[in-house]
């Protein structure tokens, strides 16, 4: 904890879902990892009124003609982060208020900055919410009353505020940073109030590539009814699903033995798996093109959220990288090495897991 006047920052990274992906919010299991190449910093300094500081140009109220107002909502949306951060405020102040966690009466002011790419499912929202939970923690001086299995709960929770429809996944990945293989089923939840979260060295990761596009508005509009599908038991879904979760099962084995040819292989069964489920018309034409760039060099390639960006292995090392790089620029994707965050828990986090 800083003293009393000094601001706290605090940065969470964008996350890429490797494997399991999209059976997190289906009792299923996954595993993520935190992205060094993007992320969002939340700033927090005392000050003698509470405010929440909008951003100059994420949170942008002034046009230079309708034209731009509405060149900006079509590629930017409607909001940015303000609402974010007013309602983790919220969400944290209840969750202390509920658990009788005392808060001292000081204010103070909320700013960030974010670089992580919109619309291209690498968590981006929840990385802003994320960071400035830290801060709060560290502003009163609560971490160690506030586990790190339940700090991914609030996040959401906040996002949830605002109507935003998400898992865990991200979150956790978020929250512990580094590898982190993650266990939803219902008996964790149910009984513990969270999955079971288990770090893995970033050093069992071969390296990776990330693909996504520089405008990535087209992808996807149809709504998908795999969800309603789910929750009436059918039984497509529910079998497919647990096929999804599985590759996160099998795929932590394969990482922990370095046996990268059985990785390649689940990352591709992976999306199979979802495209069997949702559909191409859901999924985008953009998006399935990003995959299949990779997959026409013979490399390996999923999505790393719901769409927009895409995780790439090429086991055949760096001539197969020129070639996937080649591919890319052709196509007008951006493609960069994966930078991988180690584990963000420090000593005051660790303990609140051993106790």
Known sequence: MADDESPIEHKAYARVGFLGNPSDVYYGRAISF??????????????????IRPHPTHDLVNFRSLDHLVHRLENEGYYGGVRLLMAICKVFRNYCKEKEVDLHGKNFTLSYETNIPRQTGLSGSSAIVCAALSCLLDFYNIRKWIKVEIRPQLILN????????????????QVYGGLVYMDFSKKHLDGLGHGIYTPMGINLLPPLHLIYAENPSDSGKVHSTVRQRWLNGDEFIISTMKEVANAAEEGRTALLEKDYAKLKTLMNQN??????????????AMNLEMV????RVGAASKFTGSGGAVIVFCPDGPSQVKLLEDACHKAGFRIVPIEVVPSLLNEVDLTTLRN
């Open 271 to 284: 999306f199979d798996l979802r495209r069997s489920m949702f559909g191409d018309d859901v999924l985008g």
């Open 158 to 173: 906040a996002e949830k505020e605002l109507g935003i429809v998400a898992g865990l996944q991200d979150r956790v990945a």
């Open 292 to 295: 299949e760039v990779a997959r």
């Open 34 to 51: 935190s992205l060094g190449n993007f992320w969002a910093s939340v700033r927090l300094e005392p000050s003698d009124e509470l405010i």
